[in-house]
């Protein structure tokens, strides 16, 4: 009988807020360590947690996305485990009753379909400091400035067959929680990290025992951790032996996991009631607020985009990544309402390369949606060919100029006439008599060399298009 695997993913997202889950200590990345906290993150005597309802909302708002319940009355209590980077010795999440249960996220599968993959729930919590070894003679220093930032906690049902389906299901959940702005989802700073529970079965058996592969943030490592513990399983149980259920780290390096402990139950944290905060209680008003105000959402605006603009799936899914990008294009489309495509090659190929390449976000390019409608514009009257335009957006980021100043400076209209381009076509053929005689030989592939000759002895400036039509009729004899 052959082995099935079961996924099920435990993914921790940091909340987007200026301040801490309970206090009011900046939770802005990078900054001197343990500069960012006060007696309330730290956890010293009489302090009292007060609720970011920041984070609350943002919580709602990615329940509401997946199609979840939201709890109008949902619980705090404490987590109770002793480690260095958490200060206070317990950790305030929800465990009894949290904000969100249920919902769902549909993935893409080969054959073109969707396969719905289950939510189990969203509960809020607080995230522990940073422990850190490398680089530190053997010894161990702490960085309190995380402890405290609020996080979701975003568990799903066991629902994953592969490791491919469980990457697919990742970057699904993280492109909607940057879309809506409730994290940044920088998982090289930790935003986003993934528990990954693994286990095998025969087909048609109960589910086997799972082990906890722990706090991944690369999706590639992610893919690797999976597959790696699905062999180790099936090795085990094949050679006679039993898995034991544990938590285990990834080793990125040599590329195999190894034992941290063995896995705790629920009773092992010792959980209770917060003492020091009350339910948490939000309207049926507030929620359906938050709902009004949720934008059009990552995959309703691929199926828009595709339908609309004729877009192929890969540029719609492009260009629906985030919020500031599918603006920017629609955008960019009212501007140059001809040809939705071409808006959809230059922004995700050229501009978005380019800005790229420069360190900037989309929000800080130089130039705008109408500057680069303009040029596009050039692009489809024809007045430059596309190498031209590619130089021009560099010259675009570089300066305030729009294409017709740049264009005209240059000289960079593009020859569209017949009679010039017949001349340079004549001249390039009195160069290269044995090519000519070769072509007429049946030598198709040297029309390649005319091209790029007629090209060069235009400086670039000669339409494409017309330098292959009179090629093609020159060239007859």
């Given amino acids: 009988m052959s082995w099935e695997t079961v996924i099920g993913l435990e993914v921790h997202c940091q909340v987007n807020t200026d301040t801490k889950a309970f206090c009011g200590c900046s939770t802005v990345f990078g900054a001197e360590p343990n500069t960012q906290t006060c007696p309330v993150c730290l956890g010293m005597p009489g302090q009292l947690p007060v609720l970011n309802t920041v984070a609350v909302d943002k919580s709602i708002l990615t329940g509401l996305a997946i199609n979840a319940h939201i709890n109008l009355e949902s619980k705090f209590d ?15 999440t929800q465990f009894t009753v949290p904000i969100v249960e249920g919902g769902y996220i549909d993935i893409p599968t080969k054959d073109g379909g969707e396969k719905r993959l289950g939510v189990t729930r969203i509960h809020m919590e607080e995230d522990a400091g940073k422990s850190m070894h490398e680089g530190l ?45 409730v994290s940044g989802g920088d998982m090289e700073k930790g935003q986003f990290r993934c528990d990954a529970n693994v286990s095998v079965r025969r087909k048609g058996e109960p589910f086997g025992t799972r082990t906890e592969m722990k706090n991944m943030n690369s999706f590639r490592f992610i893919k690797q951790a999976i597959e790696f513990e699905v062999v180790r399983q099936i090795e085990i149980i094949e050679d006679g032996g039993e898995v034991i ?11 195999e996991s190894r034992s941290m402990r063995s896995k705790e139950e629920a ?14 209680r939000v309207s049926q008003q507030e929620v359906d607020a938050i709902k009004a105000g949720m934008p059009e959402l990552p995959g309703e605006l691929r199926k828009r985009f595709e339908a609309e603009y004729g877009l192929s799936s890969y540029d719609a899914d492009v260009l629906s990544q985030t919020r500031e990008i599918s603006v920017w294009y629609e955008s960019l489309v009212a501007a140059h309402p001809s040809d939705p495509k071409r808006c959809a090659n230059w922004l995700a190929n050229e501009l978005l390369g380019r800005l790229k390449e420069a360190g900037k976000d989309l929000a800080d390019s130089p130039v705008s949606a109408k500057r680069l409608a303009g040029l596009l514009d050039r692009v489809g009257d024809n007045t430059i060919n596309g190498k031209s335009a590619k130089d021009i957006l560099d010259d675009m980021m570089e300066s305030d100029d729009d294409a017709d100043t740049i264009i005209e400076a240059k000289g960079l209209k593009q020859v569209s006439d017949t009679g010039a381009i017949d001349t340079i076509i004549l001249e390039v053929m009195a160069a290269n008599p044995d090519q000519v005689a070769g072509y007429r030989g049946g030598k198709d592939k040297l029309m390649g060399f005319f091209v790029g000759q007629v090209m060069k002895a235009s400086r670039g400036k000669a339409n494409p298009g017309m330098v292959n039509q009179r090629l093609a009729e020159l060239l007859k004899g």
Avoid at 78 to 92: A, H, S, T, V
Avoid at 245 to 255: A, F, G, I, N, T
Wanted: charged share 25%.
């Fill in 245 to 255: 259920q544990e938590s285990r780290l990834w080793d990125s390096v040599k590329s």
């Fill in 267 to 280: 009773h092992d944290y010792r959980y209770f009631p917060e003492p020091d905060l009350p339910p948490l």
């Fill in 78 to 92: 404490r987590k109770n485990y002793f480690y260095p980077d958490l200060p206070k010795g317990y950790q305030i």
């Fill in 137 to 181: 003679d053997a010894v161990s220093h702490i960085d309190l400035n995380r402890s405290g930032v609020p996080l979701m906690e975003i568990v799903s049902e066991p629902d994953m067959r592969s490791a491919d389906e469980a990457i697919a299901y990742l970057k699904q959940l993280h492109q909607l929680i940057r879309f809506l702005g």
